[in-house]
């Protein structure tokens, strides 16, 4: 049996590890849940799975939870608690599955503890991939992908090599706006923006997929965990969210990995891995599979996708500016503080304005991360509705 940390436990993949815990209550015990601020649930967890360990990050929600709840499970409650808990005793992976730059610090305590991770927070690869791969190396541990497109490339491999790779294939559902041009989306609501076609995910998440920086995003987690250059990773739009992504080898062959749109099923994986369980997950029906089409994306409308690309292959600290940037950028968005394409114009905008830092420390990372967050709300004003 594997004992198992949920970092971001009550956002939608923290929810949907703990489905499959519940699928397979004879493979894992849950060991320690951490979230932010969502007490209730957390509560609801903590009963139902009785880790050791259950942390809120949000001192105020600790509060609440701890003059409520009398049970076995110990509570801690802070920033540092919430870090502290990935360096759990005898945790052996650790799902990292909280949202954005606040994924980096745990991550990196997991490995300093020598934990496997199962990796569902991509900004920490985009902020710190070179610090990050190098400690996985150093720590002789296993860094497995959650991400569902990534995790069809980390299939895709079994028994290749990855000196063979000719071009990753990345897909891309288009999100809601797929086919619509810069001029149509001027008005877009937060409503239409949330409205993804094929997923179900966290609100965050879903606006990024339609500015098309989650692709982005996604497109420089890549670079660092197979180790190859930009000009090797292809964002094909994908509308149906049937082929999770591909990989083209050099003699020209190309593996897919396909399966319905649910995460359950790379949450399983990277939990077992490298075996395969049984599951309840729905499976496609290829009687009734009809269509499956491919397209080229469109950088000049959706730029998140540019952008990201400019700040991977600019390195550095760059893509951190970039992420820090995007994020105060779409919560003002969620805040119907600024209209959609605003997002993109603060993205660009903090990035112009930032040097460079070759190769930064971890510290000198949280230092961009708070200068491009401080920068990108000045320019709030200056696009606000």
């Known amino acids: 049996m594997k004992n198992i940390a949920i970092l971001g436990s009550t956002g939608s993949i ?38 050791e360990l259950a942390v809120l990050s949000d001192e105020a929600a600790y509060g609440r939870l701890k003059e409520r709840y009398s049970g076995k499970t110990k509570l801690a409650g802070g920033r540092q608690a919430f870090i502290d808990a990935a360096a759990f005793p005898d945790v052996d992976r650790v799902v990292t599955s909280l949202m954005g730059f606040a994924g980096l610090e745990p991550t ?16 920490t690869l985009v902020v710190a991939g070179e610090l990050v791969t190098k400690r996985v190396k150093e720590q002789g541990v296993s ?5 569902s497109e990534h995790c069809a490339f980390f299939q895709c491999l079994q028994g290749e090599q990855r000196a063979k790779i000719e071009k990753l294939l990345l897909t891309c559902s288009g999100g809601p706006f ?14 239409q923006v949330l409205a993804h076609p094929t997923w179900t995910m966290g609100q965050k998440i879903t606006v990024d997929s339609a500015s098309l920086v989650n692709k982005g995003l996604e497109v420089i987690e890549a670079r660092w965990l197979y180790d190859v ?9 994908h509308p149906q969210s049937i082929v999770h992504s591909m990989i083209q080898f050099c003699d020209g062959a190309v593996i897919a990995q396909l399966g319905c749109p649910d995460m359950k ?35 000049d409308t959706f730029k998140g996708l540019k952008f990201a690309y400019e700040a991977g292959r600019i390195g550095g600290s ?23 394409l605003d997002i993109y114009d603060i993205i660009e905008q ?36």
């Open 14 to 51: 923290g929810r949907q590890t703990l489905d499959v815990v519940r699928s397979h209550p004879e493979l894992f015990h849950v060991s320690v849940i951490a979230a932010n601020r969502s007490d209730e649930l957390f509560e609801k967890q903590i009963r139902e799975f009785e880790p």
């Open 265 to 299: 099923l790379p949450i399983q994986y990277a939990l077992t891995y490298p075996e395969r369980q049984p599951s309840n997950f729905e499976r496609l029906d290829f009687w009734n599979m009809h269509d499956l089409t491919f397209e080229k994306p469109d950088t």
């Open 178 to 191: 797929r086919g619509r041009k810069r001029e149509e989306l001027t008005d877009a609501t937060k409503a």
């Open 350 to 385: 903090t990035m112009l304005k930032r040097e460079t830092i070759v190769e930064p420390t971890l510290d000198e990372l949280m230092e961009e991360d708070r200068w491009a967050r401080d920068y990108a709300r000045t320019l709030l004003a200056k696009v606000s509705k």
């Open 318 to 340: 760059m893509p951190c500016v970039f992420n820090a940037a995007n994020e105060v950028a779409v919560g003002a968005f969620l805040q119907d503080a600024i209209h959609f």
């Open 229 to 237: 250059d930009y000009d090797k990773i292809q964002v094909v739009v």
């Open 108 to 123: 990196m305590k997991a490995l300093d503890a020598k934990k496997d991770i199962a990796l569902a927070n991509k900004e």
């Open 143 to 147: 860094l497995l992908p959650v991400d």
